[in-house]
């Protein structure tokens, strides 16, 4: 027999006990690996590719406060502005749904598709979307879910805003980061309000990302000491300032991470110490013909990580195929749009498989060590 046989079948001598090892280890890091992702993508969400070029303006005291829309044509004089276009979020119960999977928001159509440019539409349903004042366009995920389709009304009850909306459903979008949104004309929600003169941020479109640092800084400075100053800053910045408002999410995703594996740790331990224990007499034997300390640290220390290792392609493996292939965003209802597990999150989750196969043989290989061979011979079967 050779010494990589010696080990397997060691390995194995107790199926049932290897197999819900290798169980726990692959349940465990199929966990970390989604704990880590899922805060990846809390912490760090997609951009869009035209999000480079864009700019977000809010007030400066709080984002639920609005905006005046004679800020418009201050916005559109400023050197390096492209476009400018009002995007008020509506937050309206649809059917029975108080809170709906997807949101609202306000905004001038034709302007509007010249700053979200990788949003596809057929070309007669933006026409529709440019003429119709009530005309409204909805992702392809929220229409496939609801199904909704062209020509359909669609009520709202106003929640946030005292106006409940009528809209008519003359297209579907798609290409972006988050195609779940429902957009609507301003001009619309204007009348509804009854002309109340109000945005709840506006959306810019710089020329070139060269001229962002210029225009975030004009677009600040040109109603700084007004009765409504502005924080303008880039989409990423944006969507960093909402994830704060989550709280310290990190520490909590971390605390339960570190749960995960010092539970496992001390299942593996357990059972590799269980493993060992029941051969005590034949270690002794190794020790007794010859093998030395460090040969026998060998062939505990490949044993568990052996096990550690099949459990770690079982996880990890497992995690990257079901989130790789199947769309995060049927199976968490919306609550994510995209769940990526990067090569350093299976590097993070391949790192603590490993040393969760040294750890775990490092008190029976200590307590191999200790015993002398006249001990090891005296243990039972």
């Given at each position: 027999?050779?010494i990589?046989?010696f080990?397997?079948?060691?390995a ?5 006990r290897?197999?819900l090892?290798i169980?726990?280890?692959?349940v ?12 990846r ?5 997609p951009?869009?590719v ?6 977000i303006?809010r ?6 406060s ?9 916005l559109?004089?400023?050197p390096?502005v492209?476009a400018?276009?009002?995007f ?9 749904e108080?809170?709906?999977k997807?949101?609202?928001f306000?905004?001038?159509p034709?302007?509007f598709m ?5 949003a ?7 026409d529709a979307?440019l ?6 366009i ?9 199904g909704?389709?062209i020509?359909?009304?669609?009520n709202?009850?106003g ?9 008519k459903?003359v297209?579907?979008y798609?290409g972006t980061?988050?195609?779940?949104n ?5 001009k ?6 009854g002309?109340?003169?109000?945005v709840g941020?506006?959306?810019v479109?710089?020329?070139s990302?060269?001229?962002m640092t ?10 700084a ?7 303008a ?8 300032s909402?994830v704060s408002?989550w ?17 496992l740790l001390?299942v593996s331990a357990?059972?590799?110490?269980m ?10 034997v190794?020790k ?13 220390l ?17 995690a ?8 995060i ?12 597990v ?12 490993a040393a969760?196969g ?15 061979v006249?001990e090891?011979?005296?243990t039972?079967d």
């Amino acid at each position: 027999m050779t010494i990589a046989g010696f080990i397997v079948k060691n390995a194995l001598r107790n199926k049932r006990r290897a197999l819900l090892c290798i169980l726990s280890v692959a349940v465990s890091l199929f966990l970390l690996v989604s704990l880590l992702v899922a805060l990846r993508e809390i912490t760090l969400p997609p951009e869009d590719v035209g999000a480079a070029a864009r700019i977000i303006v809010r007030n400066k005291v709080s984002l639920a406060s609005p905006l005046p829309a004679r800020q418009r044509a201050v916005l559109e004089r400023i050197p390096g502005v492209e476009a400018v276009t009002p995007f008020t979020f509506y937050g309206g119960k649809f059917r029975d749904e108080d809170f709906p999977k997807f949101a609202q928001f306000a905004v001038d159509p034709k302007e509007f598709m010249r700053i979200v440019v990788e949003a596809k539409m057929q070309v007669d349903q933006l026409d529709a979307f440019l003429k119709d004042q009530r005309a409204c366009i909805v992702g392809k995920i929220t229409a496939d879910k609801y199904g909704l389709k062209i020509g359909d009304r669609l009520n709202f009850i106003g929640t946030l805003w005292p106006c409940d909306l009528e809209l008519k459903m003359v297209g579907t979008y798609q290409g972006t980061i988050d195609d779940r949104n429902l957009f609507f004309n301003h001009k619309y929600f204007d009348e509804a309000m009854g002309n109340l003169g109000q945005v709840g941020t506006w959306w810019v479109k710089a020329r070139s990302i060269d001229d962002m640092t210029d225009v975030l800084d004009r677009i600040n400075r040109a109603f700084a000491n007004t009765s409504a100053e502005v924080r303008a800053e880039t989409e990423r910045a944006f969507q960093m300032s909402m994830v704060s408002m989550w709280g310290n999410i990190k520490i909590l995703v971390r605390s339960i991470c570190s749960v995960v594996v010092f539970t496992l740790l001390l299942v593996s331990a357990s059972t590799m110490s269980m493993a060992i224990r029941e051969r005590f007499r034949e270690l002794a034997v190794l020790k007794a013909i010859g093998f030395q300390r460090r040969e026998i640290f060998g062939f505990i220390l490949a044993e568990s990580f052996g096990l550690a290792a099949v459990g770690a392609l079982l996880g990890i493996g497992g995690a990257w195929a079901l989130f790789t292939h199947i769309s995060i965003s049927k199976l968490t209802d919306g609550i994510f749009v995209a769940f990526e597990v990067t090569p350093q999150i299976m590097g993070v989750a391949g790192t603590v498989a490993a040393a969760l196969g040294i750890i775990s043989a490092l008190a029976p290989a200590i307590a191999m060590a200790r015993m002398s061979v006249v001990e090891g011979l005296k243990t039972l079967d």
